[in-house]
């Protein structure tokens, strides 16, 4: 369910080349601070709707940040 959310507030997948999504399909803006590739810690990577809630990662926490600072 986090994992969804973070789409409604703008995440995409971060394993999104992976998975095979194309760079265009949502946009793609890389956030400063966060990895190139996949953070296999984030809440955000897709295909991992089985896994229980182990907490936001360190870049999750950085991307939202960025996007909504507090
Ligand atoms: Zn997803």
Known sequence: MTHELGHT???RHTNWDDLGEPET???LFH?????EGNDPHSIMN??????GFSGLSYYDKVALRAL???
């Open 9 to 11: 507030i703008g995440f």
């Open 25 to 27: 399909l949502f946009g």
């Open 31 to 35: 956030i400063e601070g966060t990895p």
């Open 46 to 51: 897709g295909g991992n709707a089985t896994s």
């Open 68 to 70: 909504y600072p507090w």
